[in-house]
């Protein structure tokens, strides 16, 4: 039960949190895109976390340990910073928004930005069930092996596709157009990310230089 309860609390502490964040610089409770969202958010992280204890215990460690106290290396550290501050971004902006009206998001909008969060973070779990070395540190660890098929067949890093996908949804669940501003940047952080990461995934596991030629797109599918 403790260890069924562990997934269920991380799940609930971004919500919470990130709700903090957007009803005190939105200044209202009066804000239904926002407790919508929020919901989604819970429920969508909790399904997630519950789902991976019970099939793939370790992969869902190697998720939970995360952030930039988590990197071993200066420079991905930094990266990994400069995301969590689109990620909160993101939410700031389109909390603005709303206090101000600078946006008139239809609420058809709206529920297509819940849609594409909750499939960002189902692809982000099928990603860590495709490969259970998926971790959200840049690291290759003993023993690791080259995944190639499924979501990793199309681009190779699904994990920062669902990312993407992620961080376009949050701004217009939240009813705001200005909040999408933040996918510049959180899209340039995460391409410089990568590019570092790549370095180390070709000196250090093997058959990855092969591999970049066989999936040619790091990111988008025809794209990069």
């Known amino acids: 039960m403790k260890a069924l309860l562990r997934p269920i609390l991380v799940g609930l502490i971004e919500p919470v949190v990130f709700g903090l964040i ?5 200044g209202t409770f009066d804000y239904w895109q926002a407790w919508l969202f929020l919901a989604v958010f819970a429920f969508s992280a909790c399904i997630s976390g519950v789902y991976l204890l019970r099939t793939h215990p370790d992969a869902l460690k190697r998720r939970m340990r995360a952030g930039p106290t988590a990197e071993t290396r200066t420079r991905q550290k930094a ?17 603005l928004d709303h206090r101000f009206g600078w946006s008139q998001v239809p609420t058809a909008i709206c529920l297509i930005g819940n849609v594409l969060f909750a499939l960002a973070l189902a692809m982000v779990t099928l990603v860590v069930i495709q490969n259970s070395y998926a971790a959200a540190v840049v690291r290759v660890e003993e023993g690791q092996k080259l995944v190639s098929t499924g979501l990793y067949g199309l681009v190779r890093h699904p994990m920062y596709t669902g990312n993407v996908i992620l961080i376009l949804g949050i701004p217009l669940a939240l009813g705001s157009y200005w909040g999408l501003l933040v996918l510049v940047p959180a899209v340039f952080v995460l391409a410089l990310r990568i590019r570092d990461e790549e370095k180390l995934l070709q000196d250090e596991l093997d058959g990855y230089r092969e591999y970049t030629q066989e999936v040619p797109h790091r990111l988008v599918p025809g794209v990069w």
């Not at 957007?22 to 939105?26: E, I, M, P, Q, R």
């Not at 990266?79 to 909390?95: D, E, K, M, Q, T």
């Open 22 to 26: 957007t009803f005190l610089v939105a």
């Open 79 to 95: 990266f990994i910073a400069g995301w969590y501050l689109s990620l909160v971004s993101a939410f700031v902006i389109s909390a």
